[in-house]
């Protein structure tokens, strides 16, 4: 059973266009972070959010984390192909607890 | 400033050996977590080693086993190895003074034939 439940699996689209990627739980999490992950490489953390609302801007990224503190958005403005990629949000119980992870949305932006 | 190494890169075993995977933590982080990354799937937390002891463990079974040494340095050891240990094991280091944000290491890919 997966704790964080991620949609679309799968996300392909044009250049210029705007997206959303949804993180959903049934668990309430302490914090919630959002990475990014390319072939080869390890996840790179875009942004923490930890309060139920929050929402953080990153350039054209969006975050946005939920009033119960359960789930979270990510909304990219005017894709570009270099936003390609593996997003992966994630969510602690405490600050040093394990981060447990969705299953990732595969986002390809075509020129 | 070196990020978070691990060694090797890529590594190819068969069913039932064992394996060593080797983590170098960011410089001034003390912590070391790692992961399990299946194809398609996002990473999962098999354990996490703080002052040398295993802090946290996740859901892996006692095949897998680790290490940290004094210098922070971390091992993951798997025994009998299984075809479905066949993924990218992901290092991941932090600092118990302060935020725990935790930064990865590029991985190490097992495959198991």
Known sequence: ?111 | DAGVTQSPTHLIKTRGQQVTLRCSPKSGHDTVSWYQQALGQGPQFIFQYYEEEERQRGNFPDRFSGHQFPNYSSELNVNALLLGDSALYLCASSSSRGGNEQFFGPGTRLTVL
């Open chain 1, 1 to 111: 059973t997966q704790l964080l439940e991620q949609s679309p699996q799968f996300l392909s689209i044009q250049e210029g266009e705007n997206l959303t990627v949804y993180c959903n739980s049934s668990s309430v999490f302490s914090s919630l972070q959002w990475y990014r992950q390319e072939p080869g490489e390890g996840p790179v953390l875009l942004v923490t959010v930890v309060t139920g609302g929050e929402v953080k801007k990153l350039k054209r990224l969006t975050f946005q984390f939920g009033d119960a503190r359960k789930d979270s958005s990510l909304h990219i403005t005017a894709a570009q192909p270099g936003d390609t990629g593996l997003y992966l949000c994630a969510g602690t119980y405490s600050s040093a607890s394990k981060i447990i992870f969705g299953s990732g949305t595969r986002l390809s932006i075509r020129p």
